[in-house]
């Protein structure tokens, strides 16, 4: 470019192009001082970290998603497997009097498996991603409700033969689910992968999956594999999620990961737009989890009642895609 | 179909201009009822948008269109229709409805434009009209089959009798045969035969040429957006339309080129491709361009893919620098040393939402990692900024998203990705295609550079001035078969279409 070309550079001033870049972080902020305004105790920092806690296990979940979709993927199985391993990891310790450390290390391999059978139908019977894991989703559900015998399990409860169990959940173990350990967990779980999408080489590769499978097939990436590892890592994280709750409430409900699995694919799907990325993004999912934590946070703290917040919740999630996705023709 | 015989079809001086390009210039074209009439030219000749203003495609062509010697104003596709014109486009997949019955599709411009007033559909009668029409054109395919479970063929035939559902006077069939079969091309002819003897005029674009003596009347040869020849087709022969169609030729286009060809350095041998290619043999020497001609559909796009790895279904032994290569997949290919620039370049070649850097390290990103993995950004950058500079892609920067530069530019990118790779075989399937002049010549250049630091390069295309122009040996294909091998300098364009439409 000339030097009148430079001087040209300084373009007019997009309203729409800001908005999809700073739409989401302007709600936030928005929203901070609405709330702020409105109630004394928001901007506490015991609140703060209050709200950070609350967003941990879905950021956590979210993450997992975040990484299958950059690969033009779609998990929706990671609301289970986050059960699956939240009912594997208590009772590793309740019914099985596993150490802390031996506990988390089979229930992840046991979610990497699920991770496997995922991939494995995915890449191999070329059905859309979303429509697998959908059934995919339910099969997890029922393997994780079927193996607690849809029951919660938790320390002292009474197994079938009318025994009371006997194993402790190690106080080790109950760490993770506190501050400062949850909140440090998912802040490491959004580095790294931000890290890893954005400066290696594998995080590049599955980009260019995402962005064109076929230009990527014939630029002698391997596609396959990466999907793979895609579904691995969002296993993966699903089953963090799932023992970081498993932590937090001390014992395995029914299905406590399913409901992880709507906020995960919001926040997944606002961080799009964050920053202008464009596309699945670490540090977006992040900011999207931290949305809807504000908002739930807020809504409860204006008395707004249980059964009327979904609709708030809803309208503003519409709100903030709304502005961030309402772009030129 | 119920027609006088006399009915004839004229178009007079058109001519039609398209931002930067005039597509069509004082264009004559008429023929009659119960003519076959066929429509040949090179690529980019003018035969599709001159048969797309018959369509009413276009509404902003000068030019008058006459019926039975009347003007019959044609400006949109209903206009074109109420007048009885039909076309049936080469791709049958976009004008039907794969989800719906046969009797559905035939009927559906019925369905839409005849029921004014009424709400409900009346299903035996929709599949009785059908059903007569499919037996009176002799096809035997049952009207309530779903269309995603016919041959392509048979999708021909549903059209056509679509067209004929409707008010049929003049049909125009663009290139229908490329994809069939030899016994479906004989059903296509017997149908063609019966409609002309019901008195529908038909058109008939192709580039085989043994079909077009075959089954038409007349002959009208494009070239360059203008009108050649019009002629009964008994009065030419294979030789004198291809010379037609080539016309006078450009010099200076291509560059020249020291020559310095090694020893084979890679062979492939017996290469199937489901149908689509049959038993190809070829080796290329180093340093070597190898030209692949042949017409659109005669399967040099699916040979590159096979060698490249990239198709599931092929098979064949290929053999770099007389070791035997075991090619899966592209990823094992870019491995051993092969690279391809494929043909749609936004659908395959390039990350349109990615920065040009990004697309340029695509295939050698390894090269910029550290430690396995680890992305060196001021690497990765100084590689794409020397890559824009060599190849003079015009872009702001290397960050600027792919999707903003022009069509050449975006080419150079998509070879640009394997310059960097460095392989020993490069395959460029139709590399110039939708590129500007300038950015031919760079192209041009560019090959002829790889050449000269002696690769071997296969070399696809359709445009046949390229084979003579830059190739040092070309191979024809005709319909999947490799069927003719010659020297570039001892050949010349008329020789090369002429094997290439199938002729001698």
């Known amino acids: 470019m000339n030097a009148a070309g430079s001087m040209r550079e300084k373009k007019p001033f997009?309203?729409?192009?800001?908005?999809?870049?700073?739409?989401?972080?302007?709600?936030?902020?928005?929203?901070?001082?609405?709330?702020?305004?409105?109630?004394?105790?928001?901007?506490n920092s015991s609140n703060i970290i209050n709200i950070l806690r609350s967003i941990s296990i879905v950021t956590i979940i979210a993450i997992g998603l975040t990484v299958s979709l950059a690969v033009g993927g779609f998990d929706l199985s990671v609301g289970s497997t986050a059960s699956l391993a939240n009912a594997l990891v208590i009772s590793m310790y309740v019914w099985h009097g596993q150490s802390a450390g031996l506990g988390i290390a089979i229930t992840i391999a046991f979610c990497l498996v699920v991770g496997l059978i995922n991939a494995f139908l995915v890449i191999n019977f070329k059905i859309q991603d979303m429509l697998m894991t959908l059934a995919t989703m339910f099969v997890f559900q029922g393997v994780a409700l079927t193996y607690t015998r849809g029951a919660t399990i938790s320390q002292n409860m009474i197994m079938p033969n009318g025994d009371f169990a006997t194993g402790q959940i190690p106080k080790a173990f109950g760490k993770i689910g506190q501050v400062p350990w949850i909140i440090v967990i998912m802040l490491v779980v959004v580095a790294a992968v931000?890290?890893?999408?954005?400066?290696?080489?594998?995080?590049?590769?599955?980009?260019?999956?995402?962005?064109?499978?076929?230009?990527?097939?014939?630029?002698?990436?391997?596609?396959?594999?990466?999907?793979?590892?895609?579904?691995?890592?969002?296993?993966?994280?699903?089953?963090?999620?799932?023992?970081?709750?498993?932590?937090?409430?001390m014992n395995a409900e029914v299905n406590a990961g399913g409901p992880y699995l709507m906020d995960a694919v919001a926040a997944a799907f606002i961080g799009y737009s964050v920053l202008g990325a464009g596309k699945p993004n670490a540090f977006g999912t992040f900011a999207g989890a931290v949305l809807i934590g504000i908002l739930s946070n807020g809504l409860i703290m204006l008395s707004v009642p249980y059964y009327a917040m979904d609709i708030v919740k809803g309208s503003v999630l519409a709100l903030a895609l709304a502005i961030t996705y309402y772009k030129r023709k | 179909m119920t027609v006088s015989a006399a009915s004839r079809l004229e178009?007079?001086?058109?001519?039609?201009?398209?931002?930067?390009?005039?597509?069509?210039?004082?264009?004559?074209?008429?023929?009659?009822?119960?003519?076959?009439?066929?429509?040949?030219?090179?690529?980019?000749?003018?035969?599709?948008?001159?048969?797309?203003?018959?369509?009413?495609?276009?509404?902003?062509?000068?030019?008058?269109?006459?019926?039975?010697?009347?003007?019959?104003?044609?400006?949109?596709?209903?206009?074109?229709?109420?007048?009885?014109?039909?076309?049936?486009?080469?791709?049958?997949?976009?004008?039907?409805?794969?989800?719906?019955?046969?009797?559905?599709?035939?009927?559906?411009?019925?369905?839409?434009?005849?029921?004014?007033?009424?709400?409900?559909?009346?299903?035996?009668?929709?599949?009785?009209?059908?059903?007569?029409?499919?037996?009176?054109?002799?096809?035997?395919?049952?009207?309530?089959?779903?269309?995603?479970?016919?041959?392509?063929?048979?999708?021909?035939?549903?059209?056509?009798?679509?067209?004929?559902?409707?008010?049929?006077?003049?049909?125009?069939?663009?290139?229908?045969?490329?994809?069939?079969?030899?016994?479906?091309?004989?059903?296509?002819?017997?149908?063609?035969?019966?409609?002309?003897?019901?008195?529908?005029?038909?058109?008939?674009?192709?580039?085989?040429?043994?079909?077009?003596?075959?089954?038409?009347?007349?002959?009208?040869?494009?070239?360059?957006?203008?009108?050649?020849?019009?002629?009964?087709?008994?009065?030419?022969?294979?030789?004198?339309?291809?010379?037609?169609?080539?016309?006078?030729?450009?010099?200076?286009?291509?560059?020249?080129?020291?020559?310095?060809?090694?020893?084979?350095?890679?062979e492939a041998r017996g290469i199937h491709d489901s149908g689509k290619v049959n038993d190809v043999d070829l080796h290329i020497r180093r340093g070597e361009i190898v030209g692949l001609a042949g017409l659109v559909g005669a399967g040099k796009t699916e040979l590159c893919r096979a060698l490249f790895g990239a198709s599931r279904a092929s098979t064949g032994d290929m053999y770099l620098n007389g070791r035997k290569l075991r090619i899966k997949s592209p990823h094992q290919a870019v491995r051993s040393g092969i690279a391809l620039v494929p043909e749609e370049r936004r659908r395959e070649g390039i990350f349109v939402d990615e920065a040009v850097s990004v697309n340029l390290t695509a295939a050698s990103l390894s090269r910029f990692a550290k430690w396995g993995s680890w992305l060196s950004s001021a690497a990765e950058k100084k590689a794409a900024v020397e890559m824009i500079a060599n190849l003079g892609i015009k872009t702001p920067n290397e960050q600027a998203k792919v999707k903003n530069l022009s069509g050449g530019n975006q080419q150079k990118v998509a070879i640009g990705k394997w310059l960097l790779v460095d392989a020993d075989v490069y395959i460029f399937d139709e590399p110039t295609k939708g590129v500007d002049v300038g950015a031919k010549r760079d192209i041009y250049d560019l090959v002829a550079e790889l050449a000269a630091r002696g690769k071997c390069i296969l070399y696809a295309s359709s445009e046949i001035s390229e084979m003579t122009g830059i190739t040092d040996r070309v191979y024809v294909m005709y319909d999947g078969r490799m069927i003719k091998e010659l020297e570039s300098d001892k050949t010349n364009e008329e020789e090369i279409l002429l094997y290439s439409t199938g002729g001698l």
């Open chain 2, 11 to 266: 178009m007079k001086q058109i001519s039609i201009a398209f931002p930067g390009v005039k597509a069509l210039t004082d264009v004559d074209f008429h023929t009659a009822a119960g003519r076959v009439h066929a429509l040949i030219g090179a690529n980019g000749a003018g035969k599709s948008t001159l048969m797309k203003v018959l369509a009413g495609a276009y509404g902003h062509y000068t030019g008058h269109i006459l019926m039975d010697g009347k003007e019959a104003r044609i400006r949109s596709p209903k206009e074109a229709k109420q007048h009885g014109i039909q076309v049936v486009y080469q791709e049958v997949d976009t004008a039907l409805i794969a989800n719906l019955t046969v009797g559905e599709n035939i009927m559906l411009e019925k369905t839409v434009h005849d029921m004014t007033g009424r709400h409900w559909v009346r299903w035996k009668g929709l599949h009785q009209s059908a059903q007569a029409i499919l037996e009176r054109m002799n096809v035997k395919v049952s009207t309530r089959k779903l269309i995603q479970d016919l041959t392509l063929a048979e999708k021909q035939m549903v059209l056509i009798a679509r067209s004929v559902a409707m008010k049929c006077r003049f049909l125009v069939l663009d290139e229908p045969t490329a994809p069939l079969s030899k016994t479906e091309t004989e059903q296509l002819f017997r149908l063609v035969r019966l409609l002309k003897s019901d008195g529908v005029g038909i058109i008939f674009i192709s580039h085989r040429l043994p079909e077009l003596f075959e089954i038409c009347d007349d002959i009208t040869i494009m070239r360059d957006g203008r009108l050649v020849v019009r002629d009964e087709i008994r009065k030419l022969d294979h030789q004198q339309v291809v010379e037609h169609m080539l016309g006078a030729k450009l010099d200076g286009q291509f560059p020249c080129r020291k020559r310095e060809i090694g020893e084979i350095c890679f």
């Open chain 1, 14 to 43: 997009h309203f729409f192009e800001f908005l999809y870049k700073y739409g989401t972080l302007i709600t936030i902020l928005l929203l901070i001082a609405v709330f702020g305004t409105m109630t004394d105790s928001f901007l």
């Open chain 1, 194 to 249: 931000h890290l890893f999408l954005n400066y290696t080489k594998h995080g590049r590769y599955m980009y260019m999956i995402g962005g064109n499978p076929e230009a990527a097939k014939l630029s002698g990436i391997a596609v396959s594999k990466y999907r793979l590892i895609a579904y691995l890592v969002s296993a993966l994280f699903a089953a963090i999620g799932g023992i970081v709750l498993g932590a937090r409430i």
